[in-house]
């Protein structure tokens, strides 16, 4: 048979204190009803069993103590939920165990209900209120008035409870995550680096394939030749993508003062002779300071001008607009150009990873705007897309402002 009303659970207490037991699966609330009980305090056992009989429709599990001093071993052990405390005693009277459980770290906020036949008079019931008690109750008891005070009392500590161990699931979910995502990008960084090298030698042997043959190669070989070029330096660029998303997710970014309009210089800089070529008519204003870092920021500028250069209409001339203002802490900065543009719907869509749009014909991976959004939101920003007013998109991320510029 059990443990009747009353007893505590005859078996060894786990991490937590809960006896093993009485711990069961299901969800949170289920684990915190199953570990939580009532304490009874009282130095006479037949009142222990009044009480026992008056809150046993509870369905919460009793745990008797005959003494203050019997009280307070309960509590080291016991994962209490409310404590009915009777104030006249032998040894500690309850107002002194009641002073010694709120004295402790781990007990200070179990709620305290005193049960009382001795002077009803304003000075000790607000001794009692004093020694943090939330109730005063005079005996003879009302079964009901006392069973549905501790209702109140239990189903908070079952609240709290089950918010507690909400917490600590989705702090362990999120600790997981974290890591998987940190083993995931350190593969990725290891394998695209040791991926390049082989790239690198086949592109190497088509090339002396090509000085050997010459004039020889009929036409056939050459497209063959060519084809198996273009297809390496379309791998090439998708890992070194691959690289720079995977880079992108690992650490913390050093957040620091940076020019914004230098990040831009050498964005362009990166890009070569890409603008040049294309004829961009690129139109700035000054950029100023914001929160962040220098490469990402520098990453961020080369991949949104790119894509601007890149997504245009056959024999169109690019203009690009590159403004920013500060507003509530932020710099927000915009990207507009006069592109081929994007269906609203796929707004959100182009910053996920490998994703382009259908249908296109111009070359790149998928992983430019991925890696921006990632690069923005680790500075503590946002990045999104709207459409232009006449043509195109614009593209628009946040950072933190700084406070004084650097001089």
Sequence with gaps: MGPRPGEAAQTAPDGDGAPISARRPGDAKQRASSRAALLLVDDRPENLLALEAVLEPLGQRMVRANSGEEALRHLLVDDIAVIVLDVQMPGIDGFETAERIKQRDRTRDIPIIFLTAISQGLDHRLRGYGTGAVDYIFKPVEPEVLRAKVAVFLELHLKSRMLQDQREDLARKTTDLERSNRDLEQFAYIASHDLQDPLRVIAGFIELLADRLGEHADPQAREWMTRI??????????????????????????????????????????????TGEQGVDLRCCRLGWAMGSFVDMTQVFQNLVGNAVKFQDPGASPVIDISAEVRDGMVTVSVADNGRGVHEDRFERVFQVFERLEGDPYPGTGLGLAVCRKLVERAGGRIWMEGNEDKGVVVRFTLPAVAAAPA
């Design 229 to 274: 070029t273009a297809t390496a330096e379309r791998m090439s660029a998708l890992i070194s993508d691959v690289l720079a998303y995977a880079r992108a997710g690992v650490g913390t970014a050093v957040m620091e003062p940076v020019d914004l309009d230098a990040a831009l210089r050498a964005g362009l800089e990166n890009l070569g002779d890409l």
